[in-house]
């Protein structure tokens, strides 16, 4: 007996050690960490700006975890309050900043205190409540723009159009960006609505939009997702539960957390659950939104177009940390209705460089849809139908990330007071050749991808020394593929002009009417309409 007492006593104790070995670890670590700290205090030969780096260790820690567990410090706050409703206090305008200049207004947004007010893009700020903006960051003036509801701040602004300079004060509002900023019947009785985001109340927005289309004689329905990378779970869930039965399971959940590992029904009565859907997809889809696609594809309830969506699988929640701040913490994993995980990346197993793979196409595994069909896991929702989306040069992605165009859309703006009706509006040969001269002037590098593969080639001659044998024929393609900035612009005009038209058109008629431009031109659209028999 004395020796069985003895045994069970080394059993507790070994497994007892093992219990507490996680909690020893993240004491050591704590200690280590409060130990180094105080020897900056006291023995740094500088002054220590303590928060600073205590930001940066918080955010190089959670950085190994994976991209979305987040913390947001108290003054960090209303960035995240907007992330989750969509809402912000203050004028509702998109800007442009430099250091050392003013705040130019980009984009007002639709019925916002900027726009009634009568703040225009073009215009720029010099001061806000008197102070002047020249020495600040674009997130420095963003942030004085802001405030509480039914405060006001006062601005002294240089009119784009008169160059006249107006003192004005605006009464902020709460600022609500739309996640379905379009929809309207597009064909043959379709309802083609866009879904921007998965914010709270996306789905009143959605269940008005489709009943106000229901009205006008729609019989399908395109939800286009594209580019539409996520939100609130909650929301997904009621989006899908707008189009099934009330008790239908859309999602589960797995999580170590009490109360993470659970099914998630639809609650609310439905719109319509037997009106033909169409969901288009691109790899831009991603958490939220490849949850409402991936339950309609695995209840048989709608054609996915387009092509595989971002696989994100990962749920996050918000937890609250001392000194009021908040960490947005991955909790758990989602499951749609067949019981796949759309994840497509493993994070918890790195590469030796730190960098993390793609999970393979040998590792998935089939589930099957309610009706029967063959569905797979582990990399995004894959389409019924593959459409190919639209693909730019370098060059026009250039003048994108660049902001060329949008830069030059202002300029338009200040010097045409009118232009034509959404629907109709075009640049004529001798706007675009304005623009041309413009672009071709910028400090930007819009190479065409051959002409960049061709320096490239270059380079790597001169670097083994095997220039100089082919210099007759390397400078001789060079000449033949470098047309020159403004030539190039002009060649890729069919490419540029409707991306350019489609920003001309926002600053006067506003980003939800825009959207009819930049569907003259997706081609992924309607090769989407063409197959939704």
Partial sequence: MKKICVMVMLALGIFGAAGQSKNFTLAQSLDIQNSILARLADEYVDSVKFDAIMMKG?????????????????????????????????????????VGEAVVISEPYFGSPAVKAGIQPGDSIIAIDDIPVYGETSSESSSRMKGQAGTTVRFKVVKGRTKDTINYEVLRERIHVSDVPYGAIVRDSVGYIVISGFTQNVTRELREKVLELKGQG????????RDNGGGLMDEAVKMASLFVPVGTMVVSSKGKADGMTKKYYTKDQPVDTTIPIMVLVNSSTASSSEIVAGALQDLDRATIAGTRTYGKGLIQSMRPTTYNGTLKLTTGKYYTPSGRC?????????????????????????FKTKKGRTVKDGGGITPDITIEGESYSRTAY????????????????????????????????????????????QDVDFRSGLQAEMDNLVRIAKFDGMYEGCKAELDALTARVNMGNENLLRELRKEIQPLLEHEIVVRYYFSGPATVVAMKDDKQLFKALDSFK
């Fill in 58 to 98: 918080i955010e190089a820690m959670l950085a190994e975890l994976d991209p979305y567990t987040v913390y947001y410090p108290e003054e960090l706050e209303e960035n995240l309050e907007m992330m989750t409703t969509g809402i912000y206090g203050g004028v509702g305008a998109v800007i442009k900043k430099r």
């Fill in 218 to 225: 729609a019989k399908r329905l395109v939800l286009d997702l």
């Fill in 342 to 366: 759309v994840q497509a990346i493993d994070y918890s197993h790195r590469n030796s460089d730190g960098s993390v793979g793609h999970i393979p196409d040998s590792l998935t595994h089939e």
């Fill in 398 to 441: 250039s003048l994108v990330v660049n902001d060329i165009l949008g830069e030059y859309a202002i300029r338009y703006f200040v010097s045409h007071p009118q232009i034509a009706p959404v629907a109709e509006f075009s640049l004529s040969d001798a706007e675009y050749e304005e623009f041309v001269k413009y672009a071709a002037a």
